[in-house]
T-cell receptor, first 114, second 117 residues
Framework: DTAVSQTPKYLVTQMGNDKSIKCEQNLGHDTMYWYKQDSKKFLKIMFSYNNKELIINETVPNRFSPKSPDKAHLNLHINSLELGDSAVYFC?????????????FGEGSRLTVL | DQQVKQNSPSLSVQEGRISILNCDYTNSMFDYFLWYKKYPAEGPTFLISISSIKDKNEDGRFTVFLNKSAKHLSLHIVPSQPGDSAVYFCAATELMNYGGSQGNLIFGKGTKLSVKP
């Protein structure tokens, strides 16, 4: 039973489209994140939510909108996709306040924008 | 501007020998450091961490060393096994007042370790 699961794992789409990536964690964690691994292999934080509240919002275009319906889910919606959005997007979770960064990552969703 | 640097993109080691993966950081505010391991088509998995109040942390075959004055840390794997072949990411964070992290980890680019039988 996967602790942090994200769907879809692969997504190929055209420029200008809108797409969503879903993430669910069954670890009972309070905090969830979206990280992006770009073509240069850097993993960078995009957003984090604690109990459905946004706590980190890095410099990300407002075409990216995270949504957390409850603390077990954090979805990422991307509007008007651009070529530069092609990357692997990782969802993660952690037990806030106790944890010190030991994030649990999902398997990643590889987005390819053509 | 890379705050966490892993200058070796790859490392090849014979099974049974020691693997040493290096990491340098520039931000003196970082006070907690982590190593993650990543297999292809999987997400990174937490391996070991160290607080800035320590200079060594050991967990089985894995030991992390921290040299604060040099802003350098290293991960030692002894003995190396073929199953250790993966990409290893160094990460750093600044702990909040309550002692935890907001999870804003700054990652290096990773080092691909190959352990040959």
């Amino acid at each position: 039973d996967t602790a942090v699961s994200q769907t879809p794992k692969y997504l190929v789409t055209q420029m200008g489209n809108d797409k969503s990536i879903k993430c669910e964690q069954n670890l009972g964690h309070d905090t969830m994140y979206w990280y992006k691994q770009d073509s240069k292999k850097f993993l960078k934080i995009m957003f984090s939510y604690n109990n459905k509240e946004l706590i980190i919002n890095e410099t990300v275009p407002n075409r990216f909108s995270p949504k957390s319906p409850d603390k077990a889910h954090l979805n990422l919606h991307i509007n008007s996709l651009e070529l530069g959005d092609s990357a692997v997007y990782f969802c993660a979770s952690s037990q806030d306040a106790v944890g010190r960064g030991e994030l649990f990552f999902g398997e990643g969703s590889r987005l390819t924008v053509l | 501007d890379q705050q966490v640097k892993q200058n070796s993109p790859s490392l090849s080691v014979q099974e049974g020998r020691i693997s040493i993966l290096n990491c340098d950081y520039t931000n003196s505010m970082f006070d907690y450091f982590l190593w993650y391991k990543k297999y292809p088509a999987e997400g990174p998995t937490f391996l070991i961490s160290i607080s800035s109040i320590k200079d060594k942390n050991e967990d089985g075959r894995f030991t992390v060393f921290l040299n604060k004055s040099a802003k350098h840390l290293s991960l030692h794997i002894v003995p190396s096994q073929p199953g250790d072949s993966a990409v290893y990411f160094c990460a750093a964070t600044e702990l909040m007042n309550y002692g935890g992290s907001q999870g804003n980890l700054i990652f290096g680019k990773g080092t691909k370790l190959s352990v040959k039988p």
